[in-house]
């Protein structure tokens, strides 16, 4: 007959297993529920958010980024990951550059698509962490646009994520990163973010860090601020 001991200590392992198991479970599910949550925030909202975003322009938001934009000569394919209202993508085709737009908030796609019905932006349904709509292309990019949208990454799918951007990349391309800093609205699914993580990922996926620098609001929030960091595959 089995010990008493040593029925009790297999008791307490199966415990800890399905501790562990539901552990798990709770945070895969937590995770995907806080990316829904974020993307049902900016379709609830698609109007009022594509008209505050349109306020202000390219240059107020990315002027930094002006010196470092491929030239348009060589035909650069543009990728704007999270492109809400538009406003970067019909920034970028204006001018000449062919632009992928991807957003999963349907509503918001479909109001920037009527916002900027250009022939120069393919719109696309997918998003971060796997970008398989994208990756099913099989093109790379000169340029990759995250403006605002990591916060909506949680952090244990930053890695895939970065992962997949970095493969997307051109030779030699460039991933410019606006990065929220001050409080996360955990309402809209945000979490915390530091310039200090991407430089880790950056270093994990084999691109440098090219330039970082520092903003205010240009929406005038005193509690926000931005990171811009600009990362060469
Ligand atoms: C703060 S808005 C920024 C929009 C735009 N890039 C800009 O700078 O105005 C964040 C955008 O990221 C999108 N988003 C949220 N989660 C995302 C994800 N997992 N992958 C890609 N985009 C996401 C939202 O739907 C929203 O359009």
Same mark, same amino acid.
């Not at 562990?20 to 895969?28: I, T």
């Not at 704007?80 to 737009?101: I, L, M, Q």
């Not at 916060?151 to 992962?163: D, G, L």
């Not at 929406?219 to 600009?230: I, T």
């Given at each position: ?7 009790? $200590?297999? +008791?307490?392992? =199966? ?9 798990? !479970? ?6 995907? =529920?806080?990316?829904? *949550?974020?993307?049902? &925030?900016?379709?609830?909202? #698609? =109007?009022?958010? %594509? ?7 390219? +240059? ?7 010196? &470092? ?5 060589? $035909?650069?394919?543009? *990728?704007?990951?999270? $492109? ?8 970028? %085709? ?13 509503? *918001? ?13 393919? &719109? ?17 990019? @000169? ?9 909506? /990454? ?19 391309? !460039? ?18 973010? $530091? ?5 880790? !990922? ?5 691109? @440098? /860090? ?7 609001? #240009? ?7 931005? #990171? ?6």
């Amino acid at each position: 007959m089995e010990p008493r001991h040593s029925k009790i $200590s297999r +008791a307490a392992s =199966s415990i800890e297993f399905f501790g562990y198991v539901s552990d798990f !479970l709770r945070k895969v599910c937590c995770m995907s =529920s806080d990316v829904e *949550l974020g993307i049902r &925030w900016y379709d609830e909202r #698609a =109007s009022d958010i %594509a008209e505050q975003y349109c306020r202000v322009g390219f +240059a107020d938001v990315h002027g930094w980024l002006m010196e &470092w934009l491929p030239p348009v000569e060589s $035909s650069p394919l543009v *990728l704007d990951v999270g $492109s809400g209202s538009g406003r970067d993508a019909a920034w970028f %085709a204006e001018r000449g550059y062919r632009v992928v737009a991807v957003e999963p908030a349907s509503a *918001l796609r479909d109001e920037a698509r009527r916002l900027h019905p250009s022939p120069c932006i393919t &719109w696309l349904d997918d998003k971060l962490p796997e970008l398989g709509a994208v990756g099913e292309m099989g093109t790379a990019f @000169d340029l990759i646009l995250l403006s605002a949208v990591w916060m909506h /990454v949680p952090k244990a799918q930053r890695s895939t994520a970065f992962r997949r951007l970095r493969l997307l990349l051109s030779p030699g391309g !460039l991933m410019a990163v606006t990065l929220r800093l001050g409080p996360p609205d955990v309402e809209r699914g945000m979490h915390a973010v $530091s310039v200090q993580e991407i430089r880790f !990922l950056a270093g994990l996926f084999g691109a @440098d /860090v090219e330039h970082v620098g520092y903003s205010p609001d #240009a929406l005038g929030r005193s509690e926000v601020s931005w #990171a811009e960091v600009l990362i060469r595959g």
